[in-house]
């Protein structure tokens, strides 16, 4: 995986700038949101500030079989620094997965 990758996520959400914004400082809401389809989120650290930092795990479902998680068998832990934080502005997180997997490692 090459050092240059620079994933950009984005989604349509019809809510006024200052809720979206809350949800990125709101541990709880975090971990509604922020897991894709069927995964649950435990957040375990959140620093709401420019520089700070989101801890999280994404826990796979129990049924799943298809995917395996990049921490363990059914998790994923990382770590996001927040790059940029303007009020009711994106947000720009910094996101370094913990793996043996090399591909998954910050450089």
Same mark, same amino acid.
């Given at each position: 995986?090459?050092?240059?990758?620079?994933?950009?996520?984005?989604?349509?959400?019809?809510?006024?700038?200052?809720?979206?914004?809350?949800? &990125?400082?709101?541990?709880?809401?975090?971990?509604?949101?922020?897991?894709?389809?069927?995964?649950?989120?435990?957040?375990?650290?959140?620093?709401?500030?420019?520089?700070?930092?989101?801890?999280?795990?994404?826990?796979?479902?129990?049924?799943?079989?298809?995917?395996?998680?990049?921490?363990?068998?059914?998790?994923?832990? &990382?770590?996001?620094?927040?790059?940029?934080?303007?009020?009711?502005?994106?947000?720009?997180?910094?996101?370094? &997965?913990?793996?043996?997997?090399?591909?998954?490692?910050?450089?």
């Amino acid at each position: 995986m090459s050092q240059d990758r620079r994933p950009t996520v984005s989604q349509i959400i019809h809510a006024p700038p200052s809720a979206v914004y809350a949800a &990125f400082l709101d541990a709880k809401a975090v971990a509604i949101w922020l897991p894709p389809g069927e995964m649950r989120g435990i957040v375990h650290e959140l620093e709401g500030r420019e520089g700070g930092a989101l801890s999280l795990s994404l826990v796979y479902p129990d049924g799943e079989t298809d995917m395996e998680g990049k921490t363990s068998e059914k998790t994923d832990l &990382f770590r996001e620094k927040i790059a940029q934080l303007i009020s009711n502005s994106p947000v720009v997180w910094k996101t370094v &997965f913990n793996s043996d997997d090399s591909a998954f490692q910050a450089k």
